[in-house]
């Protein structure tokens, strides 16, 4: 402020004589100038601190917290009947809420009180948030520490090792490979029918896509376990089929199929209508720029929402629990005889009250996640780019590409391509590159 | 191209002497017309698959639900091949999970995506966004054990706590419980509606969140910036922009998170201890949900029995239908649905 000051003060004189301009003009000979610039006097000025954050913020915050806590402390241990470290938090942080309201009335009007208590208690929601997740993962990983480190965990299954045995016995390989056999054959049905189905409610508008539109929506919410009874009831009892690996990766993906639909609808509405727009001017039909240009536009986003689809239905145990059974042997076969995976291991394992098995669901759980963060890492990786975004390394194909393009139509007409006379080409079709056949 | 081109050129010439209005029309061509029936039957495709769902449930719980008639909703017990079957206590027992779990997820799914899309530093927000995706994709089975393993034992003094102070209010009552008694055991707290549903809570609050903060950061910015032009604190701003224009989302991932909820079914197994009656006492021991009975009792179902549990997954299966399409309107109906689709 003082700096701005000092600057109205310099530049008074210059807008001074303004006033008696009207009745006498200044005369632009004058020896010394009227206008005078303020000098440069800011050695003294510091810079001014934009940052929101102040001291007597944080002073506010800790004095509260420590006020918070001792109180607490006070009544629990000497003025209530009260215990526990549940009732200990939640009371303290009441009070904390108290005291920092109170605090920072001391200086603020209504408002910024209000604004102060609301930004603590959403902070601390998000922080208790992704403090209770990030908890529930590691402990898994934590419990799972004892089953973990042994090799035969991954490379023998459950057939010789009973509930007894260490856990330098037994394995979930079975498991293994019951999911990756399960959650690829859902995957082999599911992707081409969900695109195909995402790009109908895409491409070819109208009442139908609609309807399908809001069918697929609805079905989202598909509990697991009515898939599972679904494929149960048709498959198994009606069929006649036995419960098999098949079966478990019917029923993952009748739940896998909304999922992947609506995420791929969602990716698709994204691509910019002037690409289609273009393609369309070019004289390309439709399914070729739905699979030349809308496609390769979007593809990453359709790899992340498949690949998000997946990490649903690895996880998912109830439609697995009913339609592939429980076997404790490696049954490779998907088409015959029970066949387990790893979220069914995991559910299996804990309902045994020794420990041994309980470690050995912890630690299927924690492969089980481990495979789950894998696939979501995979995700963001390929879908952290919108839609037409290219890497370094497509962006290069491209240009390849291109390059090749024009050597190939240079090479078709005789003369270069770029000073042909329009009209003639016109006339002559073997010299119209065709959309058709341009490469992607 | 040039055929089409021909008989467009036909139409002019026979249009010119009548004054008949013309008939547009293009020829897509073969391969247009094969692509369009090949889009169409895979979305015929779904939607026959989806349709199935619900028809074949229909068809196969028939046999149950003719002989239990209206009983099927007033009865408790499960003894279906007594003849005295009724979801009247498993689906209590599924809404009370999913009401408590709401209860528990919908301030922290709130308080969570603000944080993200208004408080968090812009650095961090990519990772915050990333870690809750992350956790909506964590397998319900590990949120069990979890549940089973470490929460159960640690919320039984908080239970007995509201229980011993809050147990005049009935729905926190629990019978067999005698705050005066100091050796008194705590099984009568284990096992219980609260401790499902906070366990399901932590479940659906990653998948509420996500849908809240999508909707939170879509809010115009120019609203935005009016409200903090008229002097708002970012308080006042939330309150008077932000919320306002997330309605629609929060009441759209609220009942998308209580659609999971109802159908959740292995962290619910795993912790609940299954009765049959109409258990009101969400801290008291013993509970039911429509998910876990399934899960239960297939396995020993006798095909009669089978018909009979068919019938109960088809009336989940309509009540997550019901909570769904409902979410759905709501947010299509908001103003931030209109843009998004979240």
Known sequence: MTAEGTAMTATAPATGPAGPASTDPPKPQRSSPRTTLPAPRRTEDRRRGTSLLRATDAYALLGSAAAALSLTALLFDRLLPFDGAV??????YALFLGCYALVVSFDEDGPAVRDRVAAV???SLGLVMVTALAFVVVYTLWEGRRALPHLNFYIQDMRTAGPLDPLSAGGILHAIVGTLEQILIALAITVPSGLVCAVFLNEVPGRFARFVRTIVEAMTALPS????LFIY?????ALGFERSGLAAALALGVMMLPIIIRAADVVLRLVPGTLREASYALGTSRWRTVWHVVLPTARSGLTTSVILGTARGVGETSPVLLTAGFTAELNADPLSGPQVSLPLATFEFVKSPEPTMIARGFGTAAVLMLLVLVLFIAARVIGGRGPGQLTRRQEHRRVLASRRDAERFAARSPRTYADRDPHQSNDDPSAEPS???SPQ | MRRTRERAAGAAVGAAGVEAPRRLYADPGLPDRIFRSVARGGGGLVLAVMLLVGGFLLYRAWQALSKAGWGFVTTEAWEPDAGNFGIAAVLTGTVLIALVAIAVAVPLAVGSALYISEYAPPRLRRTLVS??????????VVYGLWGLFFFQSHVLGTARWIATYLGWIPLFTVDGADPTDPLATETVFTSSTFIAGVVV??????????VMREVFSQAPVGEREGAYALGATRWGMIRSVVLPFGKGGVIGGTMLGLGRALGETIAVYLIISPVFVIQPHLLQNGTSSVAALIALRFGEASEFGMSALMAAGLA?????????FAASSIVARSRSGAASDS
């Open chain 2, 201 to 210: 809570a932590m479940m659906v609050a990653p998948i509420a969140c996500s």
């Open chain 1, 225 to 228: 376990i009515v898939a599972g």
């Open chain 1, 87 to 92: 009732g200990f938090t939640v009371i303290a």
């Open chain 1, 121 to 123: 208690v959403v902070q």
């Open chain 2, 316 to 324: 989940l299966f309509l009540m997550t239908l019901v909570v769904n």
């Open chain 1, 233 to 237: 009831a048709t498959v198994i009892l």
């Open chain 2, 131 to 140: 870690v809750v995706d992350l956790m909506a994709a964590v397998p319900s």
């Open chain 1, 435 to 437: 959309p058709t056949r």
